[in-house]
């Protein structure tokens, strides 16, 4: 079955500081990647996506992630971090071959920005 | 604006009540899910319905059961609610579950049973 993990529990940026967030998965195939942001209070917002072609991906909010398939990995990065990124982030997982019909999310990496 | 509206954003529960939790989007999706986020574990997936009257199992589907009258509403129910079930639990609703799908969420309804 595939897994997400993300090693980062708690991550702590100053205002302006570049930021990357790590996401390793499992599965025997390409998945489909998928990053979202919750801010306080809030829902899960959709970041950016993966499926298929270049492996560097633009999202939103000036978000890009790089899929690496010799690492499993889908690691999220911002060259400058706002205050208003403060929030959780989860990396999550679809995998259709697998006859998984749903997402499989990682634990989250709560983000803090100092000032 | 695409919507998913989880009518309780807190409730407060005794242990031994029965508890509905009820979801409602407003984009026509044949697929809605109910995951629940704990701090460290992410979200897990409780259950999903592919259709109306239709619905699947995931990951921790004990103590818990779902239904699915209308296509545009999704309800969580805990037939006997436990304090292991204080919880945050989130509703989304997708297009296809063809493993590219994104999910629209709910605000979430964060539930304390005491």
């Known amino acids: 079955a595939q897994s997400v993990t993300q090693p980062d529990i708690h991550i702590t940026v100053s205002e302006g500081a570049s930021l990357e967030l790590r996401c390793n998965y499992s599965y025997g195939a390409t998945p489909y990647l998928f990053w979202y942001v919750q801010s306080p209070g809030q829902g899960l917002q959709l970041l950016l996506k993966?499926?298929?072609?270049?492996?560097l991906v633009q999202g939103i909010k000036g978000f890009e992630a790089e899929f690496k398939r010799s690492q499993s990995s889908f690691n999220l990065r911002k060259p400058s971090v706002h205050w208003s990124d403060a929030a959780e982030y989860f990396c999550a997982v679809g995998a259709p071959a697998t006859g998984r019909r749903a997402l499989t999310f990682g634990s989250g990496t709560r983000l803090q920005v100092q000032p | 604006d695409v919507k998913v509206t989880q009518s309780s954003r807190y409730l407060v529960k005794r242990t031994g009540e029965k508890v509905f939790l009820e979801c409602v989007q407003d984009?026509?999706?044949?697929?809605m899910f109910w995951y629940r986020q704990d701090p460290g574990l992410g979200l897990r997936l409780i259950y999903f319905?592919?259709?109306?009257?239709?619905?699947e199992k995931g990951d921790i589907p004990e103590g818990y059961s779902v239904s699915r009258e209308k296509k545009e509403r999704f309800s969580l129910i805990l037939e006997s609610a436990s304090t292991n079930q204080t919880s945050m639990y989130l509703c989304?609703?997708?297009?296809?579950?063809?493993?590219?799908?994104?999910?629209?969420f709910g605000a979430g309804s964060r539930l304390t049973v005491l």
């Open positions: 993966y499926f298929s072609g270049d492996t």
């Open positions: 319905s592919y259709d109306v009257k239709m619905k």
């Open positions: 989304a609703s997708t297009t296809d579950l063809s493993g590219a799908n994104v999910l629209t």
């Open positions: 984009m026509d999706h044949e697929n």
